[in-house]
Structures are given as structure tokens and as C-alpha cells.
Nanobody
């Protein structure tokens, strides 16, 4: 059964950090470009970051550049998103997805599987 499961979300104060995880089962995540997306209440889902399958290139939306870091642990079949210096506007449900293409200008598109999401809430 092909499945993506996100974890690591929670409630954090402004300036805090979290590490989100996207664990795959039923397939090898290293074979795919993987991305993180987020959706805040009342807003459209937006791409945050992606990592390629072949050369490990990483891409970030301008709004998170310098604060978020995407990485892989192929032995654990998992992709991580380290989120630092969190702001209230980062509050959203964060999703991971496979077969993600970065077109530039903050435009990410996923063509594969999606996880169920993990909630990140930034509030004092």
C-alpha cells in the first residue's frame, strides 16, 4: 500500500522551530522528487519547498527561504522539513507530496501521492 504520512507538527511560539517528517511506505521515496506544501485557513494551498530525486537539488518559496530546510534520509525512507524562525503567518496544515516539479517564481506542482497533513500553529 502506497502511503505518505506526515508528522512533527504542533503549537510553537513565534521564533520557534519544528522538524516535520514525511515517511513513505510501499515505495522508495528516494526515487521521487518530494515537496512540501501548506494550506492556511481561507487560503489556497501553496508550495513551500522541494527536493529532487537525482541530484538532491533543493528549492524554496521566497517566503521561507533562509528559514526552512528540506532534506532526505533515504535509509529511513523519509523527507524532512526543518522549520525555523517561525512566524504566525506560517500557521497552516503542511502536506508532503511526490513527483513535485518546481517551475520557478514560487510555483510548485505535485503529480503524485499526497499525505494527510500535519498542523503547524505559530502563536504566543
Amino acid at each position: 500500500q502506497v502511503q505518505l504520512v506526515e508528522s512533527g507538527g504542533g503549537l510553537v511560539q513565534p521564533g520557534g522551530s519544528l522538524r516535520l517528517a514525511c515517511a513513505a511506505s510501499g515505495f522508495t521515496l528516494a526515487d521521487y522528487a518530494v515537496g512540501w506544501f501548506r494550506q492556511a485557513p481561507g487560503k489556497e494551498r501553496e508550495g513551500v519547498s522541494s527536493i529532487s530525486s537525482s541530484d538532491g537539488n533543493t528549492y524554496y518559496a521566497d517566503s521561507v527561504k533562509g528559514r526552512f530546510t528540506i532534506s532526505r534520509d533515504n535509509a529511513k525512507n523519509t523527507v524532512y522539513l526543518q522549520v525555523n524562525s517561525l512566524k504566525p503567518e506560517d500557521t497552516a496544515v503542511y502536506y508532503c507530496a511526490t513527483d513535485v516539479v518546481f517551475y520557478g517564481s514560487n510555483w510548485f506542482k505535485a503529480f503524485g501521492s499526497w499525505g494527510q497533513g500535519t498542523q503547524v500553529t505559530v502563536s504566543s
